[in-house]
């Protein structure tokens, strides 16, 4: 798993303001946005909780990240899918939801204030500040939080994105790979076997690979691990996962 640091460098910003909430800490922070390169992002708790009540048009919840470890909150199914995705790239190694409340000008003296849903960390230690709204939910107030938010994250050197749904197919196959994201799935004499039967290979379907490390029910676990760990590939874009997926030697360690 990559080591997660803030970036080194210190670009200079200001204008707005941030609230976040440490890890381990009770009291909110506010900080100056030019601040905000010092912060561990990735590791802060929640600003707000989220709500649950009977009668909710959305579904909030908690997704166990084999990123980090612990669990991140979600607020509607489509978070929980970008966060099944987020967790699943390899390039991703820190991960926390509304790490931060942005008070921004609204015009005169009217202040506005956004949080946005979640904060990644990447390997190569830049962050990135996700919103995650489908289209049709996007009203003026939203663009405007919005252009805000990739503002100051565009003075800090994050980089900004809003996310709308994943693509059917892709988040189906992640939610099932997911089943398997835990380390306690994994035999490692099973794993050498079939990294081992198929990188001989130009692929192999998922049905013979198992077969040829042992039988397959036992087999299926670590192979559907492999494949959430990215030591096995399979084309998770196009059509749902079957038995006669073809897959091939992966990258990932």
């Known amino acids: 798993m990559p ?6 460098a210190r670009p200079r910003v200001g204008g707005e303001t941030v609230t976040y909430l440490p890890a381990g800490g009770n009291a909110a922070l506010a900080v100056s946005t030019d601040e905000l390169w010092t912060i561990d992002f990735e590791h802060v708790q929640p600003v707000r909780s989220c709500p649950s009540f009977k009668g909710m048009r959305s579904f909030a919840g908690e997704w166990w990240c084999a990123t980090t470890g612990r669990h991140v909150t979600f607020e509607s199914w489509v978070e929980r899918d970008f966060l099944v995705e987020a967790d ?3 390039q991703i190694c820190g991960i926390a939801a509304q790490p931060f409340r942005l008070e921004y000008p609204g015009g005169g003296e009217r202040r506005r204030a956004h949080t946005p849903d979640f904060f990644l960390r990447s390997a190569d230690g830049g962050g990135v500040v996700v919103d995650v709204r489908p289209d049709d939910r996007i009203g003026p107030d939203d663009v405007t939080a919005f252009e805000a938010t990739a503002r100051v994250c565009d003075k800090v050197g994050w980089t900004y994105r809003r996310i709308g749904e994943q693509p059917s197919v892709r988040a189906a196959n992640l939610r099932w790979l997911a089943g398997y994201r835990h380390d306690r799935v994994v035999a490692d004499g099973i794993a050498n ?8 290979t130009t692929g192999m379907p998922i049905h013979m690979l198992a077969d040829a490390a042992g039988e397959r029910i036992i087999v299926l676990p670590t ?10 590939h399979a084309d998770l874009a196009d059509r749902p996962l ?12």
Do not use: E, I, K, N
């Open 193 to 200: 076997a079939l990294v081992t039967a198929v990188s001989s």
């Open 242 to 253: 079957t038995l006669d997926t073809v897959v091939r030697a992966g990258d990932a360690a």
């Open 88 to 90: 699943f790239d390899s």
């Open 3 to 8: 080591v997660c640091s803030a970036a080194s």
């Open 223 to 232: 192979l559907f691990h492999l494949l959430w760990r990215q030591r096995l």
